[in-house]
């Protein structure tokens, strides 16, 4: 079985068990700024439960919208946040994120603040509970992170110098890869991290052994408690089981940045276009050419959009980032493209008679996918 049907056939199965559980209950006012937003997801998720496969049920103040794209739309603003940062201050900085580095190769932050919060208990949670659902997983994180948060040893990660997120640390641990002779600065640099570190100073002898000592520590030795509370999470969702017997699953719950992004070949292939018959509204009739006329503009637009914003039509589309399922367009009447989340269903009016009106009022109501469902 492959990764895409035994993570399908593990949510339908803990679904399932828990569908008659009491609800988990979220609500969350859109007119609200986002730090208050935010707030009420970290709320949500440090609350302790033990059923979060439990039928969820979410309203949005200040937004009509009800139904299963609600749910769609509170998991991925959820995982964007972990994913981007909460715009609380827990130290020095305007927005906090719990993982730094590059893309590909993101790491726990190193704060003790984090830690004391069990944020990373939270973010445990709100990625089993984002999996469990068919949502978006956790994209960019080190590989060697992952290895570890699934129980491999230290000394078996596979560990690569883009994965330490401090570039002066990371310039310092570089100087020992190879066997170029090094100055007497370079030798003090990194004498004096290790020494910080608490590692022995370099000698003729321990220069590979020094070097991978110093970069198992700056990638895993100091985010040991962070990946305690995000496995503590994971195993609080129940998603552990299949992350225990199906390694592979774990490329979905931890997939890489290019992965996530949706290819448009493969959006389009997705999306049920206007067909031959007559489609009604107020007892007035599209034409088949109008109807594929704005089925051409929709495609031109997916095909060069930027990725971002192809990204962001799904998410206007759908309620999240996941693209599960068909897509399915309508030609209606009325000023600005709108959504039926739940449905799938993207509703984009006739009356456009260019590509430009068309892209530009579809720009203006999928930029309001944070905030709602397009009603602009």
Known sequence: MNVSSAATLFRRVILREQQLEIPLRFSMDLHSDVEEREKAVIAFYKTQRTKWASPLHCVLGGDAAIGDGVSRYFISFAMQTLQSGFHINFGNADVTRLFEGQKDHLIPCASQ??????????????????????????????????????????ETATLVLEDCPDIDERNTIQLLDGNRELSEDQKAAVNSLADIWELPRLTNLNRQYLHQKLLQHAILGRTTSQIKQMRKGLKETGVWSILSERRDVAEAVFPCEKEVICSPQVMIDHIIWPTSEVVEDDDEEFPLET??????????FIETAPAASRMNLLKFWTGWEVLSGQLKLEVVRGEFPKSSTCYQSLRIPGHFSTYEELKQALEASIGTSDTGFGLI
């Open 113 to 154: 603040a984090l830690i004391d919060s069990d944020l990373f208990l939270m973010a445990g949670r709100m990625v089993g509970h984002s999996f469990i659902h068919g949502g978006p997983g956790l994209a960019g994180i080190s590989p060697a992170v992952v290895h570890v948060l699934l129980g491999g040893q230290l």
């Open 291 to 300: 109807r594929a006329k704005i089925g051409m503009y929709l495609r031109h």
